[in-house]
């Protein structure tokens, strides 16, 4: 298996979804710990929630030694990583050295880009040192292959606003530069 993939996408492309499966095919051959920030707060407290229904229960991290002694506790084989755009870029790096220096497979699920189109610190990171990209695409209401999140809420200049669901829309290429 290769040590460090991203499985990337806009908003609603079933990033959660997709980890959700992978834990199951996953967990037949190694031990498989499920993560996501405490920063995001769309999945209820203790579990990664896709909107297609599906639920798991995960550890919720705060900081990078709270996120080791996880997977110490759980002798992780495989880390996989929700809402990876939040993990400050410390903490990707040190997952990528621990993979490093031992057999751990480490998945990061995540937003490349945000509203504004700029690609977040940790997804930067994550792609360069990722041997596997994997993006995944929503629908945009005009019926194209959605790449983007289009936020029409107000913003006050902040690009870290979680949750929000009504006010986020995956747009297609074209649709994106329109609204800009
Ligand atoms: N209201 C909804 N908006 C978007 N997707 C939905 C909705 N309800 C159910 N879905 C399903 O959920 C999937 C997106 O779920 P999710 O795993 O939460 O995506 P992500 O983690 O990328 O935000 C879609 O592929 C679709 O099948
Ligand atoms: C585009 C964008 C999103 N966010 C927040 C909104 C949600 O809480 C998560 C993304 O959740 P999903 O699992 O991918 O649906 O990120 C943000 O803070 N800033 C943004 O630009």
């Known amino acids: 298996m290769t040590p460090i993939s991203f499985i990337y996408g806009p908003m609603k492309s079933g ?46 991290f705060a900081s990078t030694d709270q996120l080791l002694s996880i997977m110490n506790a759980s002798g992780t084989e495989v880390l996989l990583v929700d809402e990876a755009q939040f993990l400050p870029a410390e903490t990707v790096k040190q997952l990528i050295r621990l993979s490093l220096n031992t057999a751990l497979q ?14 977040f610190e940790a997804s930067e990171t994550i792609t360069k040192f990722s041997q596997k990209l994997e993006p995944l695409f929503a629908n945009c209401h005009c019926g194209k292959p959605a790449q983007f999140t289009q936020f029409t809420g107000e913003s006050n200049g902040r690009t870290i606003i979680v949750g929000h669901d009504e006010e986020y829309f995956p747009v297609c290429t074209h649709c994106f530069l329109e609204a800009c």
């Open 15 to 60: 990033k959660t979804a997709r980890l959700i499966g992978d834990f199951y095919a996953l967990s037949e051959h190694y031990k498989v710990t499920v993560v996501r920030p405490s920063i995001d707060t769309r999945s209820p407290d203790g579990y990664v929630k896709s909107r297609n229904g599906s639920e798991l229960q995960c550890k919720v």
């Open 106 to 119: 480490v998945r990061f699920y995540g937003l490349m880009t945000d509203y504004l189109g700029n690609i």
